[in-house]
T-cell receptor, first 112, second 112 residues
């Protein structure tokens, strides 16, 4: 079954800094990949998704992710973070029967 | 459209008790999935319901059971609660055969 791993458990950075969160997936044929965000006290929201086509995916709130097949990676990036980006970020991959397997998550703290 | 709704928002139970959590999917969605998110971890798939039948099940004991009603709403039941069942329980809805993208706000269960 497909699985993902996230490299960073907790990232702390200042406003305007660039953010990159790592996500690696296990090999398993066709790959669909998701990034979700969970703001404090709010529900899980889809940031962006990759199904096929352009490996550079644009999401909401200025986030993007790049699917690199040779590296089994789908890293999330944002050029300049804001305090409001403080949240927990999850990478996820659906199995063939579409249940989602999530990574352990990365807590991002942005200092004003 | 309210999206996915869940009730209650919070719940406190004691060990050995039973609990029922409820979920209403987004209008038009016919498939409901349940996930457990323990503190500091990514969501873990519990099971998925379609046409009132359990289609898939994750690695959870039989104490976890569910139901889907003709209007597609769903319940998650947990019997003989353990301290380790304390978690955020997430409901997600989708169309059959498509990846889950939409989650509800969750029910936070505390078992004392």
């Amino acid at each position: 079954a497909q699985s993902v791993s996230q490299h960073n458990h907790h990232v702390i950075l200042s406003e305007a800094a660039s953010l990159e969160l790592g996500c690696n997936y296990s090999y398993g044929g066709t790959v669909n990949l998701f990034w979700y965000v969970q703001y404090p006290g709010q529900h899980l929201q889809l940031l962006l998704k990759y199904f096929s086509g352009d490996p550079l995916v644009k999401g909401i709130k200025g986030f993007e992710a790049e699917f690199i097949k040779s590296k089994f990676s789908f890293n999330l990036r944002k050029p300049s973070v804001q305090w409001s980006d403080t949240a927990e970020y999850f990478c996820a991959v659906p199995s063939n029967d579409y249940k989602l397997s999530f990574g352990a998550g990365t807590t991002v703290t942005v200092r004003a | 459209d309210a999206g996915v709704t869940q009730s209650p928002t919070h719940l406190i139970k004691t060990r050995g008790q039973q609990v029922t959590l409820r979920c209403s999917p987004k209008s038009g969605h016919d498939t409901v999935s349940w996930y457990q998110q323990a503190l500091g971890q990514g969501p873990q798939f519990i099971f998925q319901y379609y046409e009132e039948e359990e289609r898939q099940r994750g690695n959870f004991p039989d104490r976890f059971s569910g139901h889907q009603f003709p209007n597609y709403s769903s319940e998650l039941n947990v019997n003989a609660l353990l301290l380790g069942d304390s978690a955020l329980y997430l409901c997600a809805s989708s169309y059959l055969g498509t990846p889950v993208e939409l989650f509800g706000p969750g029910t936070r269960l505390l078992v004392l």
